[in-house]
């Protein structure tokens, strides 16, 4: 197998993982069925921007699919598009926007590919109001190396359907996919600032105004005891008075350099928490943006990522009940002056949708901490991942590569009945990435 294939040194985007690789890259369709029988496991990537490592591992043949970056059918009448699955968000909201259509479901970053999105059943800020990607999948075509090639839908390999939105890429290789589209007429958004004196009135606040077309969530501070919580609430508003054309969303990938060591620290965090929010209370109120700023905050930003240095970041992204989160925080606040880790973001945003198998999905409140990657951090979150057991939260196994199968197995409800149906539908286990092998799924 080695002779035949190119091999490359892969990283999970937080920088916790790293193996040397081998891949090939199709760029036909036979391609994809003939390079899947240079190995007996497999993976598919896209622009590996998963922060966890699901699209490489050691001992699978990666197949990355950029060159599947291609528009295969669009109906704008019918409000729908079918898409190759290598097909970045930037080149693909570029062509819908000019015709006022779009997938509300649209995760953080421009480069990250559709194919991607799908498998980790993606959310973006609108995720309260919007929910995950799943709900704009119209229909799914899969390669799958024993079952060969498989149209998915509703109507069609129901149950593979389900599987595979949010499955992790374990079911085979996604190659295009039909979305359902929905209406933008605008693309400016009124930015209100609202300030919030605790982690109490911004869950008051983001309960109390989850409105259609409205995308809610917070910044909020952990950098001391004393002012646990407090921070801004941001509303992003389409601006139905905007007339002004639309402007393409950037197309050009940044990449920062890392520094051999981490520039974030208990000191570093504090002064920039102090500029961010000196600068927000010297700027109005309201103003208004563009839809890349919106949509995309770490474009202009990826040094915050660069910061932390060749040992990387951890992300905590948790699903908390609302009528649990009260007292998590209370614990949380507990452990967190015992251990004091440097807590480089904290945020908070409503979703909504219904949990199943793998997928980061439910009528719930999403939490997300990033930490830098130390002793201190990880013996922190060990604290909270038995707060998650206790209060029946579910953490991203995306976003957190430090995520034992212990943990997923007391968090995730349905992770074995996915594990069983995937056994039938794939009894040799074929596709095996990294995070697969970690949590035994």
Known sequence: MKNNLEQKNFYSFDKNYSSNIFFKQPDKYREIEKFSNLSENIITTGSNYSYSPAGFGEGSLSLLL???????DFNS??????????INLSDFLNFLLKYDLWIPQIPGY???????AVAANSHGK???VHGTIRNSVKSILLYHKKNGWLELSNEKNKDIFDLTIGGLGLTGTIVNITFKLSEIKQKKFNTIREEVKSVKDCISFINDNNFDDTFIYSWNRADNDKDFGKGFIFKNILDKESQTSFKEISKNEKKSLLLPFSLWNRVSIKIANFFFIYLNNLTKKKSKEEIEKVIFPFIGNEKYFSFFGKQGFIESQLLIS?????EFFEEFKKLYNH????????SIKNMSGSQKYLRFEDNKLCVTFDFINNNLSRKFLEEVDRLCIKYQILPSIIKDSRLNK???NKCYNEGQIFKE????FDKDRVYKSELSRRLDI
């Not at 950029?66 to 295969?72: A, D, E």
């Not at 609302?322 to 009260?326: F, G, L, Q, V």
Request: with cysteine; charged share 30%; aromatic share 8%.
């Open 406 to 408: 212990n943990i997923f």
């Open 421 to 424: 149906k995937l056994i039938n």
């Open 77 to 86: 009448k019918k409000k729908e598009i079918t898409v190759e699955s290598g």
């Open 110 to 116: 421009p480069f990250i590919t559709l194919g991607g």
């Open 126 to 128: 609108s995720c309260g």
């Open 339 to 346: 251990h004091r880790p440097v807590i480089t973001l904290f």
């Open 66 to 72: 950029k060159k599947f970056n291609r528009i295969l």
């Open 322 to 326: 609302k009528n649990r989160i009260d």
